[in-house]
Each structure stands twice: as structure tokens, then as C-alpha cells.
């Protein structure tokens, strides 16, 4: 199974997420058991993984969320690395990605 399929899947679990943790408690989104999925998964990876994060400073509602999903995500494995870029300041960057709203994700 490729990386990318396998977030994938992960960011799925996001969307019922969302409605959740409105004014709920601050606590880890992904469950121990997609922890271990992606540990596991990620012992096996050949290559490492980096996420781009796309975030605005102009009403994003699901940015900071999105951003601690996957931090958790990237908290699983050394392999896998988070990087939050502006799309304001990195519009060119995002653009070359075909990234157009925040939160705009490239798995790389």
C-alpha cells in the first residue's frame, strides 16, 4: 500500500472530526488504534514521507484543526514530517501544488 493511499484514509477519519472537537475536550484525534496503523505501516516505508500543510490567515475554520490531525499523524513515525506553509506568503508553491484553499494538503 502506498504512503499517500494510507493518509489518505487517515485524513478521511478527519471529516466526522471536525464536528466533534468544536468545544470539546483537547485531546489526540486519532485513536490508539490508527496510531498503531500508521506506526506499523511506516516500519515498513521505504522512503520518508513529508506532508505540506497549507493554512491562511483569512477565515480558515478547519486550519488549526487540520494541523493538529496531522501533527499526530507525523508524531507516529521519525519517517514522517509536517510542514505548515502560508497561502498567502507560499502561493507559488501552492499553486505548482494545485492547492487553491486552506487547509490545502500535499502529501509529498
Known amino acids: 500500500m502506498k504512503i499517500t493511499h494510507i493518509f489518505l484514509a487517515l485524513l478521511l477519519l478527519l471529516v466526522p472530526a471536525c464536528g466533534e472537537r468544536a468545544d470539546g475536550p483537547e485531546e489526540p484525534l486519532l485513536k490508539n488504534k ?12 521505504e522512503r520518508d514521507a513529508k ?3 497549507f493554512t491562511s490567515r483569512d477565515d480558515c475554520e478547519f486550519c488549526d484543526l487540520t ?9 507516529q513515525s521519525p519517517l ?6 502560508s497561502l498567502e ?15 490545502g494538503i500535499a502529501i509529498l
Do not use: C, H, N, Y
Open 89 to 103: 506568503e507560499d502561493g507559488a508553491r501552492a499553486q505548482e501544488l494545485g492547492i487553491e484553499r486552506a487547509p
Open 67 to 75: 494541523e493538529s490531525f496531522l501533527g499526530d499523524i507525523a508524531a
Open 34 to 45: 490508527d496510531r498503531d496503523f500508521v506506526k506499523t505501516t511506516m516500519e515498513g516505508a
Open 51 to 53: 506532508i505540506l500543510l
Open 80 to 85: 514522517i514530517t509536517l510542514e505548515t506553509l
